[in-house]
Each structure stands twice: as structure tokens, then as C-alpha cells.
């Protein structure tokens, strides 16, 4: 079974400044997707950034970009010059392809953006 | 992408009663998944619902309690049963696009309070 851990449950960050989300997963598998998810106060879950396993080059996303660790396991998230908006709740994410794309998501760390 | 339509977005429902939740997708997809998220926690997976056949639930959740239609590629629904105080949660539908690292997409919530 796939299982994701986010250890943070909460961060704070001034604004225009940067701030890394942890991110570890463990899977046997060796073709998986990771992705990073925001779900601000509205409820909506938005993609913020993909990650293919296979890929060693980490993705980045304007402000957004990750470090794929994949022998570490690890897939933390780097949000630069941060903004009020960002302010949510961030999940990190497990995809393993072949299996209806079932995803499994982290436990959350909820991120506040101080003024 | 997948724009998805869930209604209602919040009830308050009385105990022992049952509700039910609409999902419409603006397209046709195989996959489709209901979510629990309880308040402050991440997602957890109720069930894989596929088009001509048997939803498929995860450990700790059953058809008498949740069950679930999906008649064509576009909708499906997700009743509550037999409503508890502790069914209060939000609940998400989902859909991923059969492709290499396709995406999850997601309805807005449907947020249920049980009194």
C-alpha cells in the first residue's frame, strides 16, 4: 500500500518570502506520479504542481517548483515570493498509473501567509 | 480539464434521515471516485465508481451506508443513509482522465452537517 506523510500540519511564512512544504511517501513501485494540491477556504482542490517519477528533472511552476528525492523518497514543495493567496491547506499527493489512477493523498499542512 | 458540478454545496440534514449528492462532469470520464474530508484531516477515499457496474469501496465503508449510481460517463450520485452526527463532513467527487499522469479534478464539496 501506498502511503504519504506530510509532518507539518502547520507553516507560516511573511509574505514575498519562500517556504518549503515536506513531503515523504513510500511505494514499491517504480513509475508513480506525485503531485502538490491546494485547497483554499473555498473547499476547491487545485493542482499546483505534477512530478513523473521518471523524470529527474525537478518541475517547476512560476512560483512553484519541487525536490524530487526519488531514492529518498521524498517530494517537498517550494512556494517563492509568497502571496496572500496562498494561504490554504496543501496536499501532497501519490498516483500510481495502471490502477484506475487512484490517488492518495497526504495529510495536509496548512500554510498562512502573514501580511 | 474537467470541470465538475456537485450540488448541493452545503445541507444540514436531520438525524436518521439520508441525502444525496449530485456530480456532473462536463465531459465523459471512466473514472470516477467519492471522498470523505473531515474537518481539518485530508481526504479519505469512499469509493471507485465506474459506469456499468458495481461502485467499489475502500476498507471501512459499505453500499448500505454509501451507495452509489453512475448511469452514463458524465453523472453520478452518492447517497448518506441513515444520517449520524459523526457523517458531518465534506464530501468530494472526483474524476482523473485515463492517461499517463492525468490529473484529479474536483467538485466543490458538498458540505453535510448532521444534527
Known amino acids: 500500500a501506498q502511503t504519504v506523510t506530510q509532518s507539518q500540519p502547520e507553516m507560516s511564512v511573511q509574505e514575498a518570502e519562500t517556504v518549503t512544504l515536506s513531503c515523504t511517501y513510500d511505494t514499491s513501485e517504480n513509475n508513480y506520479y506525485l503531485f502538490w494540491y491546494k485547497q483554499p477556504p473555498s473547499r476547491q482542490m487545485i493542482l499546483v504542481i505534477r512530478?513523473?517519477?521518471?523524470?529527474?528533472q525537478n518541475a517547476t511552476e512560476n512560483r512553484f517548483s519541487v525536490n524530487f528525492q526519488k531514492a529518498a523518497k521524498s517530494f517537498s514543495l517550494k512556494i517563492s515570493d509568497s502571496q496572500l493567496g496562498d494561504t490554504a491547506m496543501y496536499f501532497c499527493a501519490f498516483m500510481k498509473p495502471n490502477t484506475g489512477n487512484q490517488f492518495y493523498f497526504g495529510t495536509g499542512t496548512s500554510l498562512t501567509v502573514i501580511p | 480539464s474537467a470541470v465538475i458540478s456537485q450540488k448541493p454545496s452545503r445541507d444540514i440534514c436531520q438525524r436518521g434521515t439520508s441525502l444525496t449528492i449530485q456530480c456532473q462532469v462536463d465531459?465523459?470520464?471512466?473514472?470516477m471516485f467519492w471522498y470523505r474530508q473531515q474537518p481539518g484531516q485530508s481526504l479519505t477515499l469512499i469509493a471507485t465508481?465506474?459506469?456499468?457496474?458495481?461502485?467499489?469501496?475502500e476498507s471501512g465503508f459499505v453500499i448500505d451506508k454509501f451507495p452509489i449510481s453512475r448511469p452514463n460517463l458524465t453523472f453520478s450520485t452518492l447517497t448518506v443513509s441513515n444520517m449520524s452526527p459523526e457523517d458531518s463532513s465534506i464530501y468530494l467527487c472526483?474524476?482523473?482522465?485515463?492517461?499517463?499522469?492525468?490529473?484529479?479534478?474536483f467538485g466543490q464539496g458538498t458540505r453535510l452537517t448532521v444534527v
Open positions: 512530478q513523473e517519477a521518471y523524470k529527474q
Open positions: 465508481a465506474n459506469q456499468g457496474s458495481e461502485a467499489t469501496y
Open positions: 465531459s465523459q470520464v471512466t473514472m
Open positions: 472526483s474524476v482523473t482522465r485515463l492517461v499517463q499522469g492525468g490529473e484529479a479534478f
